[in-house]
């Protein structure tokens, strides 16, 4: 036997029995990662939105196999979250913040399963790894946009429950209109649903009746009632404005890729710890951005375009750090 073959025929012998005695990782790199997700609202939601896409990008790339469930009940949260964890997939993730309590229980349970979970709460050793949109710093770009449009200085705002999730991004968006237009007023409610258009539909047409002529979309349903009315809307998460050319001026948008690949790429290593990964979330890892102006390039006015981009170059430098406020915000609007 040649030298050649006999190194191939050994390197060969030696994988077969690393294979054959478990040799940690080595199983995970010939196969695709399992992957789970439970969600309480339908795919079609931003927020969640957001995340079936990063998973379903990781899978096209062929490096997991997904399974989703959505529209899960709270009250069947729990259920379904274990037998994902029983059906030995090793990642797990969805948004607990009405089953905090349970989620937390499942992990505890299957303590060599990884989870990584949208929470207002803290990272859960080992395995249960928190997430949040920490998209405030496009928020706040969104803001000046707004400020720099708005020609009655009366901005309606709609979102869905007053938790940090939400107010973060709300006044994010406010402290940025009152940069570029100091006199701008907002009226602020909140429908108490994570999906309900009809609902958001209407608050906006009260705020629109009493003389708000830009909308700030946190919830699907309000650039409904902007496009009805001919006024504009400034979107949350997501990029509406192929299906709202006129109305859709600017987004804040949520990219989840940074957080699900950094997770994924971790279990496979055998290296997923509880942690935090709300900073994947901010710009500099890409986890965020502004939209691209697109249809309202030539609308917006130069001058206001030209210092969200100053303010862009700033909050990526670390010259510029937007506020995190985790408060309700209150309508100034008299």
Excluded at 4 to 16: K, L, P
Excluded at 81 to 110: H, P, S
Excluded at 261 to 287: C, N, P, Q, W
Excluded at 309 to 333: M, N, R, Y
Aim: aromatic content about 8%.
């Amino acid at each position: 036997m040649s030298l050649r073959r006999h190194v191939i025929a050994r390197s060969i012998a030696v994988a077969a029995a690393l294979v054959a005695a478990g040799a940690p990782g080595l199983a995970l790199a010939q196969t695709k990662l399992k992957v789970a997700a439970v969600y309480t609202v339908p795919f079609e939601q931003q927020w969640v939105g957001r995340i079936h896409k990063a998973l379903k990008a990781a899978e096209a790339r062929g490096e997991i196999e997904y399974k989703a469930t959505e529209n899960v009940a709270n009250a069947d949260y729990e259920r379904v979250m274990r037998e994902y964890a029983q059906a030995g997939n090793q990642l797990i993730l969805g948004e607990v913040f009405g089953v905090e309590a349970a989620a937390r229980k499942v992990a505890k349970d299957f303590p060599k399963t990884a989870f990584l979970m949208g929470s207002s709460l803290k990272p859960q050793a080992p395995n249960f790894s928190v997430f949040d949109n920490y998209i405030q710093e496009p928020a706040y770009l969104s803001g000046m946009v707004a400020g720099g449009m708005t020609k009655t200085n009366r901005i309606g705002m709609v979102g869905g429950f007053p938790i940090p999730e939400v107010n973060r991004l709300m006044n994010a968006f406010m402290a940025g209109a009152r940069e570029t237009n100091p006199k701008v007023e907002f009226s602020v409610s909140f429908i108490n649903s994570w999906f309900d258009p009809p609902k958001a539909k209407e608050a906006a047409f009260a705020m629109i009746d009493k003389g708000a002529d830009l909308m700030y979309a946190e919830r699907f349903g309000v650039s409904d009632a902007a496009k009805e009315r001919g006024k504009l809307a400034i979107g949350n998460v997501i990029n509406t404005q192929d299906k709202y050319p006129d109305t859709v001026v600017a987004s804040a948008l949520w990219n989840f890729e940074p957080s699900a690949d950094r997770a994924i790429k971790l279990v496979k290593e055998g290296k997923f710890t509880a942690e935090d990964y709300g900073v994947y979330s901010h710009m500099k890892h890409k986890g965020s951005e502004l939209a691209p102006l697109g249809t309202f390039e030539k609308k917006v006015p130069a001058e206001i375009v030209a210092k969200v981009k100053a303010k862009e170059a700033d909050i990526l430098s670390g010259k510029f750090t937007v506020k995190v406020d985790d408060s309700q915000p209150k309508s100034t609007a008299k």
